[in-house]
């Protein structure tokens, strides 16, 4: 499907894959004061708070209780699964390896579809999986020695990117029946169900020591990352294939490897810029003629 409006579907395409660039150095930041449970919690409940006002604001919230279980089951792969995993991996090893790894989440997508018999094998789809994979791998094996870094922190991450590409495959048949403003208030909006009673347990003595950037930043993840970065992919993804966003979205890595080089010093070292080629040029390779799924929405990408 060709956009009508082009400058207007990439624009909101290539915002939304740089906010998720920065998403994971806000994220580093503010988990240092705010603990990872009352953090989620805050995000997604200002995401759940915007989003749903323009539901309202739409009367477009209605869905059937048979769509309502389905968001509900699927909550637990994400947000709740998806951020544990990424939060706890992020607040483990250095963003720009978090970045790097959350990359292969079309491939891992590709991977349990073709489990489930959704997606034929070629030989260029295998060949761009081992090729990001190898980039995954070289990602790891950069790890020891290197400040910041953490084996457990990567595998953290990996669990990230199963949870994301497990709930791409279920979510496959109702996104027929539910629009992108409904799926993405409704599991915001079920995690605090389970964010909100955790989070107490942790207490609020966080707050005492809250400034006004760590705010600002709590507010980027909520209403930047969690709730209008979704809203411009979803608007792109109505416009354009599966296959275009999910290479698009591979820029995600490099801005956060720019931006944490530029803003922090952190060098970007030969190990790690070969892990991250090699894994934006498999998912490249792989995305290339065909998406993973025969649907637009195909990652749950970014912070």
Same mark, same amino acid.
């Given at each position: 499907?060709?956009?009508?409006?082009?400058?207007?579907?990439?624009?909101?395409?290539?915002?939304?894959?740089?906010?998720?660039?920065?998403?994971?150095?806000?994220?580093?930041?503010?988990?240092? @004061?705010?603990?990872?449970?009352?953090?989620?919690?805050?995000?997604?409940?200002?995401?759940?708070?915007?989003?749903?006002?323009?539901?309202?604001?739409?009367?477009?919230?209605?869905?059937?209780?048979?769509?309502?279980?389905?968001?509900? !089951?699927?909550?637990?792969?994400?947000?709740?699964?998806?951020?544990?995993?990424?939060?706890?991996?992020?607040?483990?090893?250095?963003?720009?390896?978090?970045?790097?790894?959350?990359?292969?989440?079309?491939?891992?997508?590709? !991977?349990?579809?073709?489990?489930?018999?959704?997606?034929?094998?070629?030989?260029?789809?295998?060949?761009?999986?081992?090729?990001?994979?190898?980039?995954?791998?070289?990602?790891?094996?950069?790890?020891?020695?290197?400040?910041?870094?953490?084996?457990? !922190?990567?595998?953290?991450?990996?669990?990230?990117?199963?949870?994301?590409?497990?709930?791409? @495959?279920?979510?496959?048949?109702?996104?027929?029946?539910?629009?992108?403003?409904?799926?993405?208030?409704?599991?915001?909006?079920?995690?605090?169900?389970?964010?909100?009673?955790?989070?107490?347990?942790?207490?609020?003595?966080?707050?005492?020591?809250?400034?006004?950037?760590?705010?600002?930043?709590?507010?980027?993840?909520?209403?930047?990352?969690?709730?209008?970065?979704?809203?411009?992919?979803?608007?792109?993804?109505?416009?354009?294939?599966?296959?275009?966003?999910?290479?698009?979205?591979?820029?995600?890595?490099?801005?956060?490897?720019?931006?944490?080089?530029?803003?922090? !010093?952190?060098?970007?070292?030969?190990?790690?810029?070969?892990?991250?080629?090699?894994?934006?040029?498999?998912?490249?390779?792989?995305?290339?003629?065909?998406?993973?799924?025969?649907?637009?929405?195909?990652?749950?990408?970014?912070?």
């Amino acid at each position: 499907m060709e956009a009508r409006h082009p400058m207007r579907v990439y624009g909101a395409l290539i915002f939304s894959m740089v906010i998720w660039g920065f998403s994971f150095l806000a994220i580093k930041d503010v988990v240092a @004061t705010i603990p990872i449970l009352p953090l989620s919690f805050v995000r997604f409940s200002i995401a759940a708070l915007l989003l749903g006002g323009l539901g309202l604001a739409r009367r477009s919230l209605r869905v059937s209780k048979r769509d309502l279980l389905l968001l509900a !089951g699927l909550t637990v792969l994400s947000p709740v699964g998806y951020f544990l995993f990424e939060t706890y991996g992020i607040s483990m090893t250095q963003a720009s390896h978090a970045s790097i790894l959350i990359a292969a989440i079309p491939i891992a997508v590709y !991977g349990i579809a073709f489990a489930r018999r959704q997606e034929s094998a070629t030989w260029r789809k295998t060949a761009g999986i081992l090729l990001a994979f190898a980039g995954v791998a070289v990602v790891i094996a950069s790890s020891p020695g290197e400040e910041g870094a953490s084996l457990v !922190g990567d595998l953290l991450i990996l669990g990230a990117v199963a949870c994301a590409a497990t709930r791409t @495959t279920l979510i496959k048949d109702a996104l027929g029946r539910i629009t992108p403003l409904q799926l993405t208030f409704y599991q915001f909006f079920f995690s605090l169900f389970v964010f909100g009673p955790l989070s107490a347990i942790q207490g609020y003595t966080w707050l005492g020591e809250m400034t006004p950037l760590l705010w600002a930043e709590v507010l980027f993840l909520g209403i930047g990352c969690s709730a209008i970065a979704f809203l411009a992919m979803h608007y792109a993804l109505s416009h354009l294939t599966a296959t275009r966003v999910a290479v698009t979205a591979n820029m995600v890595p490099m801005v956060t490897l720019l931006a944490e080089a530029i803003l922090f !010093g952190i060098a970007v070292t030969p190990m790690k810029a070969v892990g991250a080629l090699l894994t934006i040029a498999g998912v490249v390779i792989t995305q290339l003629r065909s998406a993973a799924l025969k649907t637009p929405r195909l990652t749950e990408r970014g912070a």
